[in-house]
């Protein structure tokens, strides 16, 4: 019995996408190839598909190595030897994760940081058929509350507490990056790294493709919004309040602030205006200005960007473009609770960027079941965690004989139809692979 038996629809994802091989394919393996009982492959395989199943620790899996079912995901329903289970323990998988930047007694498996990094912009592109015109790549940091004594850890003002603080970039629900950073450095001025990687790496595919990047006021530093402007990459970046702003919208404030005291209700104006600061910036940018008024309180917002005037009004460049980064937290939300991406209690943070990769390769491979066969129904638009809940966590028996592996599912259960159109879907797909 197993009550996972939804995991049929995770491989065949993993088939068509190619990620845990691709993934593999990112480690060295100095191993001894006599005594090598468990692939580089089978161990990606079983890490990250446990990890889409909601079982977030290495302990679980001295369980879940003798799963049939989830042994029958991972392509190994016996081990090679006797006195091997079918799929590896916690302590072979904690090798896996711990590997350090060349091979030691204890782990030989090398993880290549550079590759693994890009294998997310690959896989992004590799579901387009065709260039996109365009694409926006929304960029934010998150908090890792840490409660050991972990490398890097240090305390965030902020957020009031120890934590590392990881960068995230998407385009739309595709994640392109995750990476690991401490919270005495200033995320802002660190993102230009990975953006200036990842904008290299999709114009080597895509040359034409227009790229605007979207951010909170976090990262509205000269230096990247300079890189921005000479490589001809747009940007939509939040911009923190000062007297001198405040001052420049004041005439519009004072309106909308009468309107609000006339009407009783919320009111809002926007401005649009070309701006300089007196010593942090090297050139003049244009700035989006909302002065809103709410029960008496001033809430007014900036954003800088390199949009021209005519391309868009105020108004629907804050409220229809800069707002959509919002849904971006989602996707945060749905790494760090759903797939436990802020499980970083690994001494070095090497170990601990490995174990957030693992954790966006889970996110990749369940929104690629999501767009390859869940559309137009129940679950097109539903959580990581949702899709497990009512997806994958269906009660199986499994059955095995000399010739053929029998599952047996329940006659009736919540998504017995979205079930059946997502298996259907994925089989055309795998088979025409």
């Known amino acids: 019995m197993s009550s996972d038996g939804g995991v049929i629809l995770v491989k065949q994802a993993d088939d068509i996408l190619g990620l845990s091989r691709r993934f593999a394919a990112c480690f060295r393996d100095k191993r001894h190839p006599g005594f090598v009982e468990y692939r580089v492959e089978d161990l990606v395989r079983q890490r990250i598909m446990g990890l889409a199943l909601g079982y977030e620790d290495l302990n679980d899996h001295d369980a879940l190595r003798h799963d049939q079912i989830f042994g029958l995901a991972s392509g190994r329903l016996s081990g090679g030897r006797a006195t091997c289970a079918a799929l590896a323990g916690k302590s072979t998988l904690n090798r896996l994760e711990r590997s350090g930047h060349k091979?030691?007694?204890?782990?030989?498996?090398?993880?290549?940081?550079?590759?693994?990094?890009?294998?997310?912009?690959?896989?992004?592109m590799d579901q387009h058929e065709r260039a996109p015109a365009r694409i926006v790549l929304d960029v934010d940091a998150t908090d890792d509350r840490i409660h050991g004594h972990q490398e890097g850890r240090a305390f965030h003002g902020y957020y009031g507490h120890n934590c590392y603080l990881p960068l995230y970039i998407f385009c739309g629900d595709h994640l392109l990056s995750a990476t690991l950073r401490t919270a005495d450095r200033d995320p802002g001025k660190e993102a230009l790294a990975d953006i200036r990687r990842i904008v290299e790496q999709i114009r080597s595919r895509w040359p034409r493709v227009r790229i605007?990047?979207?951010?909170?006021?976090?990262?509205?530093?000269?230096?990247l919004m300079t890189w921005c402007e000479d490589n001809h990459v747009d940007f939509l970046l939040g911009l923190a309040g000062n007297t001198r702003l405040y001052d420049r919208i004041a005439s519009l404030s004072a309106e909308v602030r009468?309107?609000?005291a006339t009407t009783g209700r919320a009111a809002r104006g926007f401005a649009s205006f070309d701006w300089i600061t007196k010593d942090s910036w090297t050139r003049r940018r244009r700035v989006v200005a909302k002065a809103e008024w709410r029960h008496g309180n001033r809430c007014h917002r900036f954003i800088v960007t390199t949009l021209p005037q005519g391309m868009s009004d105020p108004r629907h460049l804050y409220e229809q473009i800069y707002c959509a980064r919002g849904d971006m937290e989602n996707r945060i939300k749905e790494c760090q609770m759903d797939l436990f991406s802020d499980r970083t209690s690994s001494h070095t943070i090497r170990a601990n960027q490995l174990r957030l990769w693992f954790s966006a390769a889970a996110y990749v491979l369940l929104t690629a079941l999501q767009r390859l066969a869940l559309g137009q129904t129940s679950l097109e638009t539903a959580?990581?965690?949702?899709?497990?809940?009512?997806?994958?966590?269906?009660?199986?028996r499994v059955t095995l004989s000399v010739r053929r592996i029998v599952l047996s599912m329940p006659d009736m259960f919540p998504c017995q139809h979205e079930f059946a159109l997502a298996h259907a879907r994925l089989r055309r797909l795998r088979q025409a692979i």
């Open 383 to 396: 959580t990581c965690g949702t899709i497990r809940a009512r997806l994958l966590k269906i009660a199986t």
């Open 258 to 260: 009468d309107e609000a």
């Open 212 to 223: 605007l990047v979207r951010g909170d006021s976090g990262f509205a530093r000269d230096t």
């Open 103 to 124: 091979a030691d007694r204890y782990c030989r498996i090398i993880a290549d940081h550079d590759a693994l990094a890009t294998l997310f912009v690959t896989l992004f």
